[in-house]
């Protein structure tokens, strides 16, 4: 009889506790509730669906000085870049690689390259020197020119930049 006196009270117990839990009223709340009419408070966001990304992970771009691209290689985190000035001498290329947080614009660092070639010149970045954090959205820009051996310069176009997430 004592042990069922004490699995009864145990089970009325529970039973107590576990229609307070459903019985409770749900709890509705709305992004829009914390938002002011003022989008000077508001903060960006980013949700990356994959089948529909605002994300841009390679470009070409084209000038009339030629052509550049970025990469980004998600396999060994690094950005592949390639620059091809309209010359047929050798050349130059001096590049500043600037590492910028999508949402908020922070500047995440730079790193300056300087490559010599004829023809196309590209090489790897890795970007595990930037501190980078996963799931966040980066952008890299880059900026620089081509000297050839006649003292000619080729620069690279003021928006080749390009988005990625870790």
């Known amino acids: 009889m004592r ?4 699995y ?19 709890v509705t709340s709305s992004y829009e509730d914390n938002l002011s009419s003022n989008n000077q408070n508001l903060f960006e966001m980013i949700y990356n669906d994959p089948n529909k990304s605002e994300i841009t992970p390679y470009a070409s771009f084209y000038g009339n000085a030629g052509y550049t691209t970025l990469d980004f290689m998600e396999s060994n985190g690094s950005i592949q870049w390639a620059v091809k000035p309209k010359t047929t001498t050798s050349y130059t290329f001096y590049g500043y690689f600037s590492v910028y947080t999508n949402s908020t614009g922070f500047y995440r660092g730079g790193y ?16 595990g020197r ?18 050839d051996i006649t003292g000619k310069k ?3 176009n ?9």
């Open 8 to 26: 009864l009270f145990i089970t009325i117990v529970s039973l107590v506790l576990i229609s307070n839990v459903f019985a409770a009223e749900p």
């Open 130 to 147: 930037f501190n980078l954090r996963r799931g966040v959205s980066y952008k890299i820009r880059l900026t620089g020119y081509a000297e």
């Open 112 to 127: 300056s390259v300087i490559k010599k070639g004829k023809g196309t010149v590209s090489d790897f970045l890795g970007l």
């Open 3 to 6: 042990h069922i006196k004490k």
């Open 158 to 166: 003021p928006n080749v930049e390009i988005s990625f997430v870790l």
């Open 154 to 156: 080729y620069y690279v």
